[in-house]
């Protein structure tokens, strides 16, 4: 196996290719010019946005066009339903980025940071239980200061074909796995280290094109879940949850951490403590350990409001402290600088 470190999305004139037999010099010059904003001919691949671009296409198909058309008409209960389509979109996601990854990105897919071992498990551990304390907190905060109050315990939900407590949990745990691992390997994986290969240039350090590519990657995320925000501030709730698990990847160079921050905030958030029965629809489908009912001021309870936006930086807190005691001077360990993988093209 052989690598050499490239710069990024800039061409080295060295090794531009010469053209097919036949081709005069103008004709190569133009063809050239033609494909620059698409083609990196010194990484004999896409550049970087449209890496990005096309990956991204194809995985919002397979996420949102093909689970809406197999399962926009089901009667199934809300949390088999839930596990149904992201079953499906872990598939569509996995698919997608092995094929990409081989043929388009030019690299094995443990370089997005699925290299699991003995460390990555213990890794992705550490960042469910930081979460679930953190999150705890959050309910301990409402219910001290009365601005909510606990109205029931091992609720399966109020849809009319809910399943049993314990079913349903159990199929939100395994749902909210799934979409940890998908979310995590697109938009930390794949996202942001394309990003930062694209960014990094001579105008850029290997550590500004990262911190760009967090920005980049981050507000992409939001921009995914705008969905879910009813403001444009709780559209930065979204954008610095995003920070959070882009910051966990980039010192580690590992997607243990940031799956398990996201696995376990989607289950603490909307299915341990009931954070989330905040909005009227969730308490429509989401089977809850404890689900409080919320009487405090929305800038404070609400999804985005201030005690949440608290505890995902205390999360940020606790993941950088624990990588600092594990793994010594928290750095950025993730390169921007593209390493030409001759097995892997």
């Not at 949990?169 to 938009?187: D, R, S």
Request: proline letters at 4%.
């Amino acid at each position: 196996m052989s690598k050499s470190n490239m710069p990024r999305d800039a061409d080295d004139p060295s090794k531009q290719a010469t053209g097919s037999t036949g081709e005069t010099g103008h004709q190569r010059q133009l063809k050239g010019i033609l494909l620059a904003p698409f083609w990196n001919r010194t990484e004999r691949r896409p550049r970087a946005l449209w890496r990005i671009l096309g990956a991204f296409v194809l995985v919002a198909i397979g996420s949102q066009v093909l689970p809406f058309v197999l399962f926009g008409n089901s009667d199934l209960p809300p949390s088999v339903l839930g596990l149904a389509q992201n079953a499906f979109t872990v598939g569509t996601v996995v698919l997608v980025i092995a094929v990409w990854a081989r043929y388009v990105d030019h690299r094995r897919v443990t370089e997005y940071g699925l290299k699991v071992g003995p460390e990555w498990l213990r890794d992705a551990s550490i960042g469910v239980v930081i979460t679930f304390v953190a999150w705890g907190l959050a309910l301990a905060v409402h219910l001290t200061t009365g601005w909510a109050h606990i109205a029931a315990v091992l609720s399966p939900g109020n849809a009319a074909n809910a399943l049993p407590f314990a079913l349903a949990l159990l199929a939100f745990v395994v749902q909210f796995l799934l979409v940890g691992i998908w979310e995590e390997l697109l938009f930390r994986g794949l996202v942001l280290k394309n990003a930062a290969e694209g960014f990094h240039s001579q105008w850029a350090s290997e550590r500004g094109a990262v911190l760009a590519g967090l920005g980049a990657s981050s507000l992409l995320f939001g921009v995914v879940h705008a969905d879910q925000a009813t403001s444009l501030p709780a559209l930065g709730f979204w954008v610095l949850m995003g920070l959070v698990l882009g910051s966990t990847y980039i010192v580690t160079d590992s997607l243990a951490i940031p799956i398990g921050l996201h696995f376990a905030t989607n289950l603490a958030f909307n299915n341990v403590y009931g954070l989330s029965n905040v909005r009227p629809e969730t308490a429509e489908i989401a089977a809850m350990l404890l689900r409080p009912e919320f009487t405090g001021p929305t800038r404070f309870v609400g999804v985005s409001g201030l005690v949440n936006v608290g505890v995902v930086v205390l999360i940020a807190v606790l993941s950088i402290g624990y990588v600092t005691i594990q793994y010594g001077l928290v750095r950025v360990r993730v390169s921007s600088a593209y390493a030409i993988d001759s097995e892997s093209t």
